[in-house]
Nanobody
Framework: EVQLQASGGGLVQAGGSLRLSCTCF????????IGWFRQAPGKEREWVSG????????RYLAPVKGRFTISTDNAKNTVYLQMNSLKPEDTAVYYC??????????????????????????WGQGTQVTVSS
């Protein structure tokens, strides 16, 4: 069974840090692109960051670039999102998602397709991040 398990959320003061984890089960990790999305109350879900585990290519949404770092432990089929200098506007439920070759390729070449939810086939349950001011 394909599963993505997201964890690591919590409550933090502005300027603090959190590290989110996404462990993937039931598919070949290196054949997929992995993305982090977030959804704030009353807003649509948006793409935040992505990685191609096969070659380590990383991409970021402009407001988080320089503050967030996405990485992988390929042997553990785990993707991390290190979030530093957190701001109240980062408050959201964060989801990890995996997509097949199309998503992987989009991340590798920085295509706008990497932003599209429909490019991702499997989704984790989400983990809440709350940043207080």
């Amino acid at each position: 069974e394909v599963q993505l398990q997201a964890s690591g959320g919590g409550l933090v003061q502005a300027g603090g840090s959190l590290r989110l984890s996404c462990t993937c089960f039931g598919f070949t990790f290196d054949d997929y692109g992995i993305g982090w999305f977030r959804q704030a109350p009353g807003k649509e879900r948006e793409w935040v960051s992505g990685i191609s585990p096969s070659d380590g290519t990383t991409r970021y949404l402009a407001p988080v670039k320089g503050r967030f770092t996405i990485s992988t432990d390929n042997a553990k089929n785990t993707v991390y999102l290190q979030m530093n200098s957190l701001k109240p506007e980062d408050t959201a439920v964060y989801y990890c998602a995996a997509g097949r070759g199309r998503a992987r390729h989009a991340i590798m070449v920085a295509s706008n397709n990497m932003f599209r939810e429909q490019e991702y086939d499997y989704w984790g349950q989400g983990t809440q991040v709350t940043v207080s001011s």
